[in-house]
């Protein structure tokens, strides 16, 4: 069984609709959490980070943790086809060489 | 703030040959940086963590004679892939965090290796 579990996708959705990514993990250790986004040959780049449990919102983007249930998520309101990228979750123990862990990845398009 | 390069962008060679990969934090000093491999469609797998000024640890299964890791200076580490064959073609991305700051992880745009 992996660490991080994620949906590779791929997931495609109108313009406008509300988009939810999802990962599950095992390890009850992990503290910090991530969603980094990753256009086709280049870097991730960091989108939401989060510590604990709870929710953190910036802009379109709603990141949760829910560490009972050992899942996260990122929702995107009001989708744009610039978001159409692959989603990547992370995320990392509060002590110790703090790598990362890194999910699958989700590929999403925005239709226009 | 917060920007990260890595050179080449791409790069090919031929079999057998070393390839030197570099890594800078343009606006911050990091005094870790670490490797990353992904291969088409899969996620990003540690390689190794590298702190300024001392050896760097790698991940179980990664050879650290072929991909040898320097980290001399807080803004720069470099990634040489020696002895390079096909299998060894992926992207390698590398990603640096701030001195003082534990998780926060900033990523360069990596760098695409193809050994003929």
């Known amino acids: 069984q992996k660490e991080v579990e994620q949906d590779p996708g791929p997931l495609s959705v109108p313009e406008g609709a509300i988009v939810s990514l999802n990962c599950t993990y095992s390890?009850?250790?992990?503290?910090?959490f991530m969603w980094y986004r990753q256009y086709s040959r280049k870097g991730p780049e960091l989108l939401m980070y989060t510590y604990s449990s709870g929710n953190k919102e910036d802009g379109r983007f709603t990141a949760q943790v829910d560490k009972s249930s050992k899942y996260i998520s990122l929702f995107i309101r009001d989708s744009q086809p610039s978001d159409s990228a692959t989603y990547l979750c992370a995320m990392s123990l509060i002590q110790g060489a703090q790598k990362l862990v890194f999910g699958q990845g989700t590929r999403l398009t925005i239709n226009p | 703030g917060a920007v990260v390069s890595q050179h080449p962008s791409w790069v090919i060679c031929k079999s057998g040959t070393s390839v030197k990969i570099e890594c800078r934090s343009l606006?911050?000093?990091?005094?870790?940086m670490f490797w990353y491999r992904q291969f088409p469609k899969q996620s990003l797998m540690l390689m190794a963590t590298?702190?300024?000024?001392?050896?760097?640890?790698?991940e179980q299964g990664v050879e650290k004679d072929k991909f040898l890791i320097n980290h001399a200076s807080l803004t720069l580490s470099t990634l040489t892939v020696t002895s390079a064959h096909p299998e060894d073609s992926s992207f390698y991305i590398c990603?640096?965090?701030?001195?003082?700051?534990?998780?926060?992880?900033?990523f360069g745009p990596g760098t695409r290796l193809t050994v003929l």
């Open positions: 606006d911050f000093q990091a005094t870790t």
């Open positions: 990603s640096a965090r701030r001195t003082n700051s534990y998780n926060e992880q900033f």
């Open positions: 390890n009850s250790a992990f503290q910090y």
């Open positions: 590298s702190n300024e000024g001392s050896k760097a640890t790698y």
